[in-house]
């Protein structure tokens, strides 16, 4: 599972090369998908009009809605001061759950936001996903 956190929502919604690319090949792979976290959509739009519109106009783009465990989930990292409630919900999205099987992966801005153990890519790394 590939997640975008708020900054490589804004990325994308900006035009960033890799990140743009990365969408339009998946759109081709029947089942592949980029997850956005539903928060992390919500603050990408407060931060830059019209940003969630244009990260949602790539078929390959679903949100990973904020349901009632979900909810719960990052209530609680926000609380115990894991981050945003935007970063929380992507690193809610990062973890093992039963709906999601496999290693995810979260592309971001700032890696540092996210504590060890999460799998983040930096989406401004060179060769970032093969792409240079």
Request: charged share 15%; glycine share 8%; aromatic share 6%.
């Amino acid at each position: 599972m590939i997640i975008l956190d708020t900054s490589a929502v804004a990325a994308l919604a900006e035009g960033h090369k890799v990140l743009n690319q990365l969408a339009a090949n998946m759109a081709k792979t029947p089942g592949d998908r980029l997850w956005v976290p539903a928060l992390c959509l919500m603050q990408a739009e407060a931060d830059d009009a019209d940003a969630g519109r244009a990260a949602l106009a790539f078929s390959s783009v679903s949100v990973d809605t904020l349901d009632t465990v979900a909810s719960v989930t990052v209530g609680t990292l926000v609380r115990d001061g894991f981050g945003r409630p935007d970063t929380c919900h992507a690193l809610y999205c990062a973890s093992p759950r039963a709906e999601f099987t496999g290693m995810s992966i979260l592309l971001t801005g700032h890696e540092n936001l996210y504590p060890p153990g999460v799998v983040t890519v930096d989406i401004d790394s060179p060769g970032t996903l093969g792409y240079h």
